[in-house]
């Protein structure tokens, strides 16, 4: 652009900000609502309600991500893109077509979760490397993740004796409690210490060469 005075007019634009902890948040909000259905907290009849939070977290997830490739956060924007579709977006109209299946007796296989839930476990596993090049409270909640996925597959291949189910569930169900704490608190501390430009909230950074 010019002026009458032909001088040039630089835009000055900024970047955008760090979206993690948004992302962080929908976590959060996904662990807690299956913790309370997986411990049986909650009645089935809390599935669409889920359903309806699950969507919402997709969307959160789903800019995350893109944002996070733009800004070039390889590990974290990929897996923030996944997540937002597979564990947010289907989890969410999952809830919708189970409780619909329960409520009418229609009959479904939920087995087939399962074998998704294997293909994402494997992804989780093999993709935790790279959370660990920097050991922080991100690398905590992938942990947890880790410990939480394959009583998830477990439970939904239903290959479990019935007296073992219940607990194999608990055991996801806490795993995915403490990543939602975890999350909550990164969340926080990021947004909280960028804003202030100093450790308000105390977090651990162990950089690996």
Known sequence: METGNSQEIKVQTKEWANPTPAGLVALAVACFCFFALLNGFVKPEAMPLMGCWLIGGFIIQLFVGLLDLKGGNYAGGNTFLFFSAFF??????????????????APFDGRIDGYAWIALTLVVYLWTPAFFKTFNLLSLV????DVALPFIVLGDLKVLPADIAPVAASVAAYALFIAGVIAIYLSAALVVNTTFGKKIYPVIEIKRK
């Open 88 to 105: 947010m977006l289907v989890g969410g109209i999952e809830m919708f077509v189970k409780y619909n299946g329960i409520s009418s007796g």
């Open 142 to 145: 992938v942990l947890a993740l």
